[in-house]
């Protein structure tokens, strides 16, 4: 007897840097506790963006060829055996970690600290595991989340770089009546932004190096003032760049009038300048909270924080951030968010989406946040 021909579907491969390779891969029935989900929208952020430039982000360098995407959602088409809570023609987003669910993180509630955690796209672990690139994939039907009819598939996708910040402000005890500050307003930005107004922020504000990315924040009301950091030359001692570090920020301070600083500080750009500006751009006793991803080991005025109380942390992922997430979404409350999607592209056309990324402009030289793949 002859074998059953599988069907086939569409993936975006990336094999290294700049080499992303359309496919049509056998499409697999989902296995025990799985459901199939065909891929409707896809969102690509800055992990994505150094893996199709570099072949890496940071220390995870590709292997193996991997499909990207993480922020997604879609339509359930089949359940697998044991598959719980779902059925065909279901519409949910999709939260790319796999946590192992049996550690002392996961038993914690934090299992984004899971040592086991498999994450769609990262090429942390070997075998990598694929991304959300593709027409249809399969995915543990714990991590599939049910949406409201009132959040579109865009919105959904915009779940998971709102979890990052779901996460963050949880950590960070973000409460009514804080006054924030958020360094960098591309799309991670922009996110801290709406969420702290959405939680009763007293007052938010953001400080980026780009005019047009802190317009397009303060038109829309993300954020109520905005301050563009001058492009200097760099500093030719570490001295020199601490002082120039607290002598812009103190400046920015000013200019809001706030010179004493906000009680919470979102650093979103994951630059050396800026996290060492947020230190000094928190009141005594507030705290900074990092979020964006970028220079590997950073110089600190740890003196500055420790004398006046400013606590650091750190924040990975999320955890336990999808129910909210969507729910904030379908609430409303974050006014335009849809506006931050500024382009949207087809699966087969994904090498040109990455591409207009890097440049950060289209062709017409309109500005370039939030793509969005889309698959038929």
Not at 84 to 109: F, H, N, T, W
Not at 357 to 368: F, W
Request: charged residues 20%; proline residues 5%.
């Amino acid at each position: 007897m002859s074998p059953v021909a599988l069907p086939s579907q569409r993936a975006v491969v990336l094999y290294g840097p700049r080499d992303l390779r359309v496919e049509e891969r056998s499409l697999w029935p989902p296995q025990l506790n799985h459901a199939q989900v065909a891929v409707k929208s896809t969102g690509l952020c800055g992990s994505d963006l150094h893996y199709y430039l570099e072949g890496r982000n940071g220390d995870f360098a590709l292997q193996a060829p991997l499909v990207l995407g993480h922020e997604s959602a879609g339509v359930v088409t089949a359940v697998g055996p044991g598959a719980k809570g779902l059925v065909p023609g279901q519409r949910v987003a999709i939260e790319a970690g796999i946590m192992c669910r049996d550690c002392s993180y996961c038993d914690a509630g934090r299992y984004n600290l899971c040592k086991g955690l498999r994450f769609c796209s990262s090429a942390k672990t070997f075998p990598h595991l694929d991304g959300t690139l593709q027409a249809r994939m399969n995915h543990p039907a714990h991590v599939l989340h049910p949406l409201p009819d009132n959040v579109s598939f865009e919105q959904a996708a915009l779940a998971e770089p709102l979890s990052v910040l779901l996460h963050a402000s949880r950590r960070a005890n973000l409460v009514a009546g804080q006054s924030v500050l958020v360094f960098g307003v591309g799309a991670i930005g922009v996110l801290a932004c709406a969420l702290a107004k959405s939680w009763g922020a007293s007052r938010v504000v953001a400080i980026d190096i780009n005019q047009a990315r802190l317009d397009f924040a303060k038109t829309n009301g993300f954020a109520s003032q905005t301050y563009c950091l001058p492009m200097v030359d760099k500093a030719k001692t570490s001295d020199e760049q601490l002082k120039r570090a607290k002598e812009n920020v103190q400046i920015a301070l000013e200019k809001f009038n706030q010179p004493d600083g906000f009680d919470l500080v979102f650093e979103c750009t994951g630059a050396e300048p800026c996290i060492q500006m947020s230190i000094h751009a928190a009141v005594t006793g507030g705290k900074v909270m990092l979020v964006g991803m970028g220079s590997r080991n950073v110089m600190l005025p740890l003196s500055a924080a420790a004398l006046r109380e400013v606590d650091i942390q750190g924040s990975f992922r999320y955890a336990n951030t999808y129910p909210a997430a969507i729910s904030l979404l379908a609430s409303g409350k974050l006014k335009n968010i849809e506006k931050l999607i500024t382009h949207r592209i087809d699966l087969k056309d994904t090498a040109r989406a990455f591409e207009l990324l890097a440049r950060g402009k289209d062709e017409d030289g309109n500005m370039v946040i939030k793509i969005m793949i889309q698959s038929s």
